[in-house]
């Protein structure tokens, strides 16, 4: 059984810092694709990051980029997200998704095959 579990998630004032990370297990984490998405009160699931199976490609958002970076070490089978100058709007669920090597559109979620429960992120102004 596929599991990712995501933690690192709570409340920070605008311009600080959260780690989340997303622990996979039940796949051969090395080799698939993974994707961090979110999703804020009351607006549809959004593309944050993609990070490919090997970590050498990595794609963000353009409402991320310079702030937010991810990672990830197959040998913990984890997968990170660094956040940095958190603000408001970043406020959401962060969900982490695998999906196959080959996905061709990594930034919709309809591509990804597995999805874990979400963590809380909070920006307070």
């Known amino acids: 059984q596929v599991q990712l579990v995501e933690s690192g998630g709570g409340l920070v004032q605008a311009g600080g810092s959260l780690r989340l990370s997303c622990a996979a297990s039940?796949?051969?984490?090395?080799?698939?694709?993974m994707g961090w998405f979110r999703q804020a009160p009351d607006k549809e699931r959004e593309f944050v990051t993609y990070?490919?199976?090997?970590?050498?490609?990595?794609y963000y958002a353009d409402s991320v980029k310079g702030r937010l970076t991810i990672s990830r070490d197959n040998a913990k089978n984890t997968v990170y997200l660094q956040m940095n100058s958190l603000k408001p709007e970043d406020t959401a669920v962060y969900y982490c998704?695998?999906?196959?090597?080959?996905?061709?559109?990594?930034?919709?979620?309809?591509?990804?095959?597995?999805w874990g429960q979400g963590t809380q992120v909070t920006v307070s102004s």
């Open positions: 039940g796949l051969t984490f090395s080799s698939y694709a």
């Open positions: 990070i490919n199976w090997n970590g050498r490609n990595t």
């Open positions: 998704a695998a999906g196959r090597p080959n996905l061709l559109q990594w930034n919709r979620g309809s591509e990804y095959n597995y």
